[in-house]
């Protein structure tokens, strides 16, 4: 399933910019992050708790940062996280850039690419198209909230 999501951040495209590479900051704006630590620069391991229609999933993973390329504003993750209680699992891949609309405004696009597998696909699309809308765009208002309380 693909996702997309834009919305504008009422910051410098430099401050979003810093903010997001900081894996700790991301983990924080995402609603269900039960644990999250670092194994190296660029791999992070953690659980995601979610609530998908009537059943509570707990995903322990990995996420991997593939890039970082501030020249043209762009960062890319990777991640794969279990069930083990439901059965299945996810695989993730998310790209995000960054548009600067003005000084102190920045346009976040993201693009996901998402894989249920095993059992957690029998939830259907919708349920799962409907949840992961959600979050993502919560995590664009988290992550505005948290640099307009940074200004």
């Not at 979610?50 to 991997?64: D, I």
């Not at 259907?124 to 948290?146: C, H, N, W, Y």
Request: charged letters at 30%; hydrophobic letters at 35%; aromatic letters at 6%.
């Amino acid at each position: 399933m693909k996702f997309e999501q834009i919305c504008t951040i009422t910051a410098s495209r430099s401050d979003v910019w810093d903010f997001l590479m900081n894996m700790e900051n991301v983990a924080n704006c995402l609603s269900g992050v039960q644990k999250f630590e670092q194994i190296d620069d660029d791999h992070f391991e953690g659980t995601l708790r979610v609530k998908v229609g009537p059943v509570s999933l707990s995903f322990q993973g990995s996420v991997y940062v593939e890039a970082r390329d501030r020249e043209i504003w762009r960062g890319v993750v990777r991640a794969e996280a279990k069930d083990r209680k439901v059965g299945g699992g996810v695989r993730a891949h998310l790209n995000m850039d960054l548009v600067e609309k003005g000084s102190t405004e920045t346009e976040m696009r993201v693009e996901l690419d998402t894989h249920i597998l095993g059992k957690i696909g029998e939830f259907g699309q919708p349920v799962i198209r409907k949840k992961t809308d959600a979050m993502l765009q919560d995590f664009a208002k988290t992550v505005s909230e948290q640099l307009s309380g940074q200004s």
